[in-house]
């Protein structure tokens, strides 16, 4: 089978932004500050919301380390970027809006997540599935700024069918698409996953420059080493774990339908879905409390 690989747009690889990222032990999530060099405008990349599930609480802390290093820079948000619906964190977005300000972003498929999980979390038609609780949907190939920042939005589907990589100078923010070249690649096995598109998206990223920066979304210390979270393509191309075992697409596939067969729901895909549907707003009950909705049998082989 011919893959036929979709070409990137031409991107603007200077200047490099200034990356400040920001690990969350309990979720094992970067989030990053990009923050254009030439002025104070920055973006805010996968943000994190922190919950004890157990207990029922939410906790701001790990928001909070970002106003904090917002504030004392004196930056000016301009954008909060989501590089996809995450299952295995909540999003601190509207926290973090609310306090620092800036425009929240998607991909324009996140009407195909809301769509599929307003179903399995039985959602009313007070659930919008048009992506309006976001303020910018993005499509394959949009741009927008980060003061003298050109940031390039590529859709790259496989993970979940609204992931996308953000190029931002010489910077590829890949979400869940890559790990560390030892941690391999995502998982394709969420519902509208797919470990075929998965692959082609790998591809395209892969078309960039070896000097490229890389940062993935998660790190788990593979083998015991240090937490990371910054490679490049070029490293991506040659050490990448997943793809250097596999010599195609269909080697790839197989590879990675076999590992995710083998892999638990993330601890936390219940409360992340309902609450980053929605822009990172925790849903309510008539009351106007904050609650959590446990679908039974709806998830078991499907994350």
């Known amino acids: 089978m011919r893959m036929n690989i ?19 032990a309990a979720t094992n999530t970067v989030s990053y500050i990009v923050k254009d060099p030439e002025s104070n405008a920055c973006a805010i990349v996968d943000s994190v919301l922190d919950i004890d599930y157990a207990a029922g609480n939410i906790d701001y802390e790990s928001a909070d380390e970002i106003i904090d290093k917002v504030n ?24 973090l809006q609310e306090k620092l300000g800036g425009n929240l972003g998607i991909s324009d498929q996140i009407t195909r997540v809301q769509e599929t999980f307003g179903k399995i979390f039985n959602e009313g038609t007070e659930f919008q599935r048009d992506g309006s609780q976001f303020d910018q949907l993005f499509a394959d190939g949009d741009t927008y ?8 939005v590529v859709h790259t589907p496989g993970h979940t069918p609204a992931c996308t990589t953000h190029l931002i ?22 519902p509208g996953g797919d470990a075929r598109e ?15 920066r890389v940062f993935v979304c998660h790190d788990y210390g593979p083998n015991g080493r240090d937490i990371a979270w910054e490679t490049t393509i070029g490293e991506e191309r040659t050490s990448n774990v997943h793809l250097q075992q596999c ?22 895909i219940i409360p992340s879905l309902q609450v980053n549907m ?10 106007g409390n904050a609650v959590l909705k446990v679908p039974l049998n709806k998830l078991t082989g499907s994350a």
């Open 247 to 268: 010599k195609n697409e269909d080697e790839y596939v197989a590879l990675r339908e076999t590992r995710d067969a083998t892999l638990s729901a993330p601890k936390l």
């Open 72 to 95: 004392a820079m004196q930056l000016d948000v301009q954008w909060i970027v989501e590089t996809h619906v995450h299952a295995d964190h909540l999003s601190a977005a509207p926290y």
């Open 169 to 190: 100078g010489d910077a590829a923010f890949v979400g869940d698409t890559f790990f560390m070249p030892d941690g391999g690649t995502g998982r394709a096995d969420f």
């Open 145 to 152: 700024n980060i003061g003298a920042l050109v940031a390039t």
């Open 278 to 287: 929605r822009a990172g707003v925790i849903p309510t009950d008539d009351q």
């Open 6 to 24: 979709k070409a990137l747009p031409d991107l603007k690889l200077s200047p490099a932004p200034v990356v400040y990222p920001f690990f969350d």
């Open 198 to 212: 998965l692959y082609r998206s790998m591809q395209r990223v892969l078309t960039l420059p070896d000097e490229v």
